[in-house]
């Protein structure tokens, strides 16, 4: 399901705008409610007073005369109805309805008391309002009840609240169509971005432009070119994998091809027989090679996706240099394995990690002299485990170290047969386990001493 940004800002923007809009239309209807109460209350007050000065005392008796002007104060086109009742201090009624209903509780003193009821089914709001009668009969506060009905007070309340109303609700609409223009004007970098990646060559794998856009978008940008960088590099690594590997399987095949081609042209038997060994060790060196070229693009950085987990490095170099003793027992060579007896766990990847030792080692076995001595050694030092490998060979010059660990560099003059990749494979397989590789002279010299020192497994305590 297809999601619009556009849509989602806008939503984000507006949905609380809209929250808002219904809480003030809540709070708006109830001071509309207040404001018409208030208007209703004082008009009430003010007729009640009106009916409240003509209580007097009259031959004794009390009386209220009802002026026109204290019920024309309610005229409206709503036609409410306008009731009053007029009590003696004695309760007597003096005028008005004896109907009207009461209020809940008598006036304090001379201040108001406003009451909602009903009259006659109909919702009514009322004013009771107590005033002095000087008499000698029948002297003390008469009550005087003004009420009405409520319909011009609910017009008056729709009013207001839907006056408010609409005003927020045109706010609103407002808002929503400055906020699209805004977004349209907003996004306009972003969608320039898409129309230009939809333009684009699938070949072309250059750098966006940054500039001109907002500095919200810039790390988008950023990250587009970082991939776009990291594609280029991946694109590198294949054509050079697959150069390296057309480059150093072509000249083998054609060895291989004249040597067919000669075997199948001798009669002596014993020619052809050396003819098809010679074949049969050019058939070992080949997949000795694309082993080798299978390893070096695992181990290069996007050439496959490492699984790593948790591995005892020392079971793994044990078992790779024992795998090498037959080579080391044709030529012989004193190989030597010295690890600690603790575990020394690493995160990687079992097969280059076990390449890593069996590369170092034979490296070292076939590039000193018969009756030398290869040393491997696996400690601990501190957050990292050290492997060594160290012979009592010619060495190499400190000229040299760095460049032997480029791909199909050997040194010249060179009396052994090899590819150039083992010390490149071992840099590639060292650097994708985020480890460091240093080759130095042993000491005394001469001979070649190899350091890889690979993070240990965390939560690994070093030993104290």
């Known amino acids: 399901m297809s999601r619009s940004l556009?849509?989602?800002?806008?939503?984000?923007?507006?949905?609380?705008?809209?929250?808002?809009?219904?809480?003030?239309?809540?709070?708006?209807?109830?001071?509309?409610?207040?404001?018409?109460?208030?208007?209703?209350?004082?008009?009430?007050?003010?007729?009640?007073?009106?009916?409240?000065?003509?209580?007097?005392?009259?031959?004794?008796?009390?009386?209220?005369?009802?002026?026109?002007s204290a019920l024309e104060m309610f005229a409206s086109p709503d036609r409410d109805k306008v009731i009053y009742r007029v009590l003696s201090p004695s309760g007597e009624l003096i005028a008005g309805f004896p109907d009207v209903v009461a209020p809940p509780a008598p006036p304090r003193g001379l201040e108001p008391a406003y009451y909602e009821g009903t009259f006659r089914t109909e919702a009514m709001r009322a004013v009771a309002l107590a005033q002095p009668v000087i008499s000698k009969v029948d002297g003390g506060n008469a009550l005087v009840i003004v009420a009405t009905t409520l319909h011009g007070r609910d017009r008056l309340v729709d009013e207001i609240w839907l006056t408010s109303l609409r005003d927020q609700l045109l706010l609103v609409g407002m808002a929503a169509l400055l906020t699209l223009f805004g977004l349209r004007r907003g996004l306009a970098p972003l969608l320039r971005l898409r129309n230009e990646l939809r333009s684009r060559s699938p070949e072309s794998l250059q750098a966006l432009d940054r500039d001109g856009v907002q500095s919200e978008l810039r790390p988008m940008i950023d990250a587009l070119n970082h991939a776009l960088e990291r594609v280029q590099a991946y694109i590198a690594l294949q054509r050079r994998f697959v150069a390296d590997a057309s480059h150093q399987l072509r000249t083998p095949l054609a060895v291989l091809k004249t040597q067919i081609a000669m075997a199948r042209r001798d009669e002596d038997p014993q020619l052809r027989q050396e003819a098809l060994a010679a074949i049969d060790g050019g058939v070992d060196a080949m997949g000795r090679l694309v082993n080798q070229l299978l390893t070096l693009a695992r181990a290069e950085p996007g050439g496959a996706a490492l699984r790593k987990e948790e591995l005892d490095f020392g079971e793994i170099a044990r078992s790779a240099t024992e795998g090498l003793a037959g080579i080391a027992f044709d030529r012989a060579i004193d190989l030597s394995y010295d690890a600690a007896e603790e575990p020394l766990p690493v995160i990687g990847h079992v097969t280059?990690?076990?390449?890593?030792?069996?590369?170092?080692?034979?490296?070292?076995?076939?590039?000193?002299?018969?009756g030398g001595a290869v040393a491997v050694k696996l400690e601990r030092a501190g957050a990292a485990i050290l492997l060594v490998v160290e012979d009592n060979g010619p060495g190499i010059p400190a000229e040299d170290r760095e460049r032997v660990l480029e791909r199909f560099h050997r040194l010249a003059p060179s009396t052994v047969e090899g590819t150039g990749l083992g010390l490149a494979i071992v840099r590639e397989i060292v650097s994708a386990h985020h480890g460091t590789i240093l080759l130095t002279q042993t000491q005394p010299p001469p001979g070649l001493r190899v350091e890889v020192r690979l993070p240990a497994a965390p939560g690994e305590a070093p030993p104290a």
């Open 6 to 68: 556009r849509a989602e800002l806008l939503g984000w923007l507006l949905l609380p705008l809209v929250a808002v809009v219904a809480f003030n239309g809540w709070t708006s209807h109830r001071d509309a409610m207040r404001t018409a109460d208030l208007i209703t209350d004082r008009t009430l007050l003010a007729s009640a007073r009106v009916i409240a000065e003509q209580v007097k005392e009259t031959d004794g008796r009390v009386e209220a005369l009802i002026p026109p």
């Open 352 to 370: 280059l990690l076990r390449a890593l030792v069996v590369n170092l080692v034979e490296n070292a076995l076939r590039h000193i002299p018969q």
